[in-house]
């Protein structure tokens, strides 16, 4: 007797009692691969385990979850990422679609709306929940909204901001990131002078405000 194969899924959330409940919910339709809790994790556990399907939280320690997304489009541009979170703003969501995400459901949605989202993403469709998908087209037709600030960001200068703000000191962040202490300090001050900020509390502030960081 043949067995079928389900669909592979890969699972990132640093809150386990929510990884768990996930993992509840999507193993009767899917094979779950893996559950990794930060957005370096993800990128490992991706290219390694090679899902079908990654569900993904945005805010994650040491990455986030759409920087993560960004560094695993350069190695594959077919990736598809859905992002379960609990940001309801448009702007994280037309930031994450800008990175290239497939979906992007809200953690406090009806369980059935996650596994609709996978299973339109498979079918090669992208997904958003339908409450923000009507607040995203009404606001077709208005005054763009203002710039995103994050946007002004290279991907390494938002992996620095995000582990600063977590509290990584330069000689951590340069370990973790492959490179000198000096060139920390220098993405730093680049960070400082783009978004006109002068002390170390309004980078965190910063990154807090922006989904970066959680606190």
Known sequence: MNRVLRPRVLLADDHRMVAEGLKSLL?????????????????EAARKLRPEVIIADISMPH???????????????????????????????????????????????????????????????????PALAREMLSGLGRKPAPPDPVAQLTPRQREILQLFAEGRSAKEMAAMLAVSTRTVEFHKYQIMERLHLHTGAELVHFAIKHGLVTI
């Open 27 to 43: 193993s009767a339709d899917f094979e779950l691969v893996g559950v990794v809790e930060d957005g370096r994790a993800l990128i």
């Open 63 to 129: 990455l986030n979850g759409i920087d993560a997304l960004v560094q695993l489009r350069q190695h594959d541009k077919d990736v598809r990422v859905i992002f379960l979170t609990m940001h309801p703003e448009v702007a994280y969501a037309r930031r994450a679609f800008e990175a290239g995400a497939s979906g992007y459901v809200l953690k406090h949605s009806a369980p059935a709306e996650l596994v609709a989202a996978i299973r339109a993403v498979l079918a090669g469709t992208s997904y958003v929940s």
